[in-house]
């Protein structure tokens, strides 16, 4: 398999993984802080605003290749065997479906939130 299949493949995981969670976060048998983890972690992946904005050379991808991949493994690594095999099938029959995309505006909402708090905190320190 050469490089370029392989990461093709490793980001079809990584999608697949990100719509697990989202079907996670509602299933009886998620653990309350798989919950907590996987429903920060979709409403970040499917927010339209990055944390770090992507026209930042080589930080605005950091978000994108390192952090939102590690939160997914993690949180994947949280679910019962028995969720994460249900989900996988539900997220697998939506991308053979192939539905939209969802999208978070809570993410959104949370994104900007932290910015404005950035900001303020940065004013603040700044004009001390």
């Not at 080589?58 to 952090?67: M, N």
């Not at 065997?81 to 479906?97: G, I, P, S």
């Amino acid at each position: 398999m050469h490089f370029s299949e392989r990461l093709r493949h490793w980001a079809r995981r990584i999608k697949r993984d990100g719509l697990t969670l989202w079907f996670a976060r509602r299933h009886p048998a998620t653990p309350w802080y798989a919950k907590a983890l996987g429903l920060f972690v979709v409403a970040y992946a499917l927010s339209p605003i990055d944390l770090i904005p992507d026209f930042i050379p080589v930080l605005g991808y950091v978000d994108d290749v390192l952090l939102l991949p590690a939160l997914i493994w993690l949180a994947i690594r949280l679910l019962p065997a028995q969720v994460l095999d249900d989900c996988r099938a539900q997220a697998d029959a939506w991308l053979q479906a192939d539905h939209a995309k969802p999208r978070s505006r809570l993410g959104a909402v949370l994104i900007v939130l932290l910015w404005l708090a950035m900001l303020a905190a940065l004013g603040w320190y700044v004009l001390r």
